[in-house]
C-alpha cells in the first residue's frame, strides 16, 4: 500500500509538469536560440568599422573657418570722437558796480561765473529783452546761491520787478460787465482781442461731413484735435460708428464722450473701400486696422494662396484675430 502511493504520486507529477520528447526538443532549440542572440552582437562587434573622429572633426573645423570668413559683417556705426579742447581760461577782473544787460559770456566769467552759466545767463537776458531786476538773475539754473551773493552788491538793478501795469482788459472801463455782453466782447475793443464762445446748445451734425471748423464748435475740441479727427475718418475711409472716435490716439475719454454726444454717422453710410487683392503696401499700412505688419502678412499671403474671395478667407491668417478682421470687415472690397 505504502508502493502505491509514491508511484501514482509521481505519475501525477509527470502528467502536470513532465513534457514530451517533442516539446522538450522544442524548449531545448528556444533555448539555443536565445543564447546565440545574446552572444551574437559581441561576435559581430570586431566587424564593426572603428569611428574615427578626427576627419569629422577637420571636417567641422573647415566649414567653421568658411562661415567665419564668409560672414556679414552686422552694422555697428561708429561715431567720430569729438576732439577735446581745453576751455580757454578767462582772466578774473576787480568787482565793480556792473549793468548786467551789457555783459558778454566771457564778461560774466572774468566776474567768476562759470562759462556753462555765463553763456546761459546771456541767452536768458536775451529772451526776456533784458534783466529788469536782481530776481531774474538769481533764479538762473545752474547759478550758485554763492556766486550770486557775491555778485549781487555789484549789479545796478534793483531786487524786485517793477509792478505791472494794467492791460487793455484790466484798464477798459467796462471790464466788470465784460460777461454780460455777446461772445464775451467789450466794447472799443479790437475785434483779434475777442475770444469767441462755443455754443451752449449745440446740434447734431454728421460725423463723416463735419470739417475742422464744425468739430471746434465742440466744447475741448481745439484746431489740432479737430486735425487729427478728420485725418484719422480720411486714413480710416470713414466712420461706420460713433464709437470709433474713441480710437484717435491720445483722446481723453472726456472728449471722446462729447464727440459721440453731438456727432452721429448717417443710416446706410457707406465708407471708401479696401481692395484687399490689389492693395499695396503703402495702402495696406496706411489703414488704421491693418498697419505695416499685417499688411506684409496680407501681401505675401495673397501671393502664396492666391486672391482673397470672401472676408473669411483671412480667418486661417494667424496674427489677424477676430476683432480685428470684424472691424475691417466693412472696409474690405473683394
Do not use: C
Request: glycine share 6%.
Amino acid at each position: 500500500m505504502a508502493t502505491k502511493r509514491p508511484a501514482a504520486l509521481v505519475r501525477a507529477i509527470r502528467r502536470y509538469f513532465g513534457f514530451s520528447r517533442g516539446e522538450t526538443n522544442g524548449f531545448l532549440f528556444l533555448l539555443a536560440l536565445m543564447v546565440f542572440w545574446l552572444v551574437l552582437p559581441y561576435l559581430l562587434q570586431p566587424a564593426l568599422p572603428e569611428y574615427n573622429a578626427t576627419t569629422d572633426k577637420q571636417e567641422l573645423d573647415r566649414v567653421a573657418a568658411e562661415l567665419t570668413a564668409n560672414r556679414q559683417p552686422r552694422f555697428r556705426k561708429t561715431w567720430p570722437q569729438r576732439p577735446r579742447y581745453a576751455r580757454p581760461t578767462v582772466a578774473q577782473v576787480e568787482l565793480t558796480p556792473f549793468n548786467p544787460n551789457t555783459l558778454t559770456a566771457p564778461d560774466w566769467e572774468a566776474r567768476g561765473v562759470p562759462g556753462f552759466v555765463a553763456t546761459r545767463l546771456v541767452r536768458y537776458r536775451d529772451a526776456v529783452g533784458g534783466f529788469k531786476a536782481k530776481s531774474q538773475i538769481q533764479k538762473a539754473y545752474g547759478l550758485e546761491p554763492a556766486v550770486y551773493a557775491r555778485l549781487a552788491p555789484y549789479i545796478q538793478l534793483p531786487d524786485q520787478e517793477p509792478p505791472r501795469t494794467k492791460t487793455a482788459w484790466a484798464a477798459h472801463a467796462n471790464y466788470p460787465a465784460w460777461k454780460d455782453q455777446p461772445g464775451g466782447a467789450i466794447a472799443g475793443l479790437p475785434t483779434a482781442a475777442r475770444y469767441p464762445r462755443k455754443p451752449l446748445h449745440l446740434a447734431h451734425f454728421d460725423l463723416n461731413a463735419a470739417d475742422t471748423t464744425q468739430l471746434q464748435q465742440i466744447r475741448g475740441v481745439g484746431r489740432r484735435l479737430a486735425a487729427r479727427v478728420v485725418g484719422y475718418r480720411e486714413r480710416l475711409g470713414g466712420f461706420v460708428r460713433e464709437e470709433q472716435v474713441g480710437e484717435i490716439y491720445n483722446l481723453a475719454p472726456d472728449l471722446v464722450d462729447s464727440l459721440r454726444k453731438y456727432t452721429f454717422v448717417k443710416e446706410g453710410y457707406m465708407p471708401a473701400s479696401l481692395n484687399i487683392n490689389q492693395a499695396t503696401l503703402a495702402e495696406l499700412r496706411d489703414h488704421p486696422y491693418v498697419g505695416l505688419r499685417l499688411g506684409r502678412v496680407l501681401i505675401s499671403y495673397r501671393e502664396q494662396h492666391g486672391p482673397f474671395h470672401q472676408p473669411d478667407d483671412l480667418r486661417p491668417i494667424r496674427i489677424m484675430d477676430a476683432a480685428t478682421l470684424e472691424k475691417l470687415r466693412p472696409y474690405l472690397r473683394f
